[in-house]
């Protein structure tokens, strides 16, 4: 039904930057919450930013300050802009939504990922 494409990774200087997207398809009323999440070899998926429908932003700790959720995406998209990338930032990146369809049925939906590497 819904469905979620991420976009945008790739390999990254430290120090630099890359934008990510992820676009929202198929039947929704409306979204609840948006999340980018995060998971490197070996590690556990991190939560490392959240966008709620009232505009409200939330980042984990490790990305304060360097990664924002811009607020001038296109109709069924979000971005996640990087900044100031590290080497520890590596990881596949994933968007992960829920909210409700036209008949009122709550989804929950995760993209396929995409790959972030950051080098030194």
């Known amino acids: 039904q819904v469905q979620l494409v991420e976009s945008g990774g790739g390999l990254v200087q430290a120090g630099g930057s890359r934008r990510l997207s992820c676009v929202v398809s198929?039947?929704?009323?409306?979204?609840?919450?948006l999340e980018w999440h995060r998971q490197a070899p070996g590690k556990q998926r991190e939560l490392v930013a959240t966008?709620?429908?009232?505009?409200?932003?939330n980042y984990a700790a490790s990305v304060q300050g360097r990664f924002s959720i811009p607020g001038d995406s296109p109709k069924n998209t979000e971005y996640l802009q990087m900044n100031n990338l590290k080497p520890e930032d590596s990881a596949v990146y994933y968007c992960?939504?829920?909210?409700?369809?036209?008949?009122?049925?709550?989804?929950?939906?995760w993209g396929q990922g995409t790959q972030v590497t950051v080098s030194s």
């Open positions: 992960h939504v829920q909210g409700v369809d036209p008949g009122v049925y709550e989804f929950d939906e």
């Open positions: 198929g039947r929704i009323l409306s979204i609840r919450v």
């Open positions: 966008i709620k429908n009232d505009g409200s932003t």
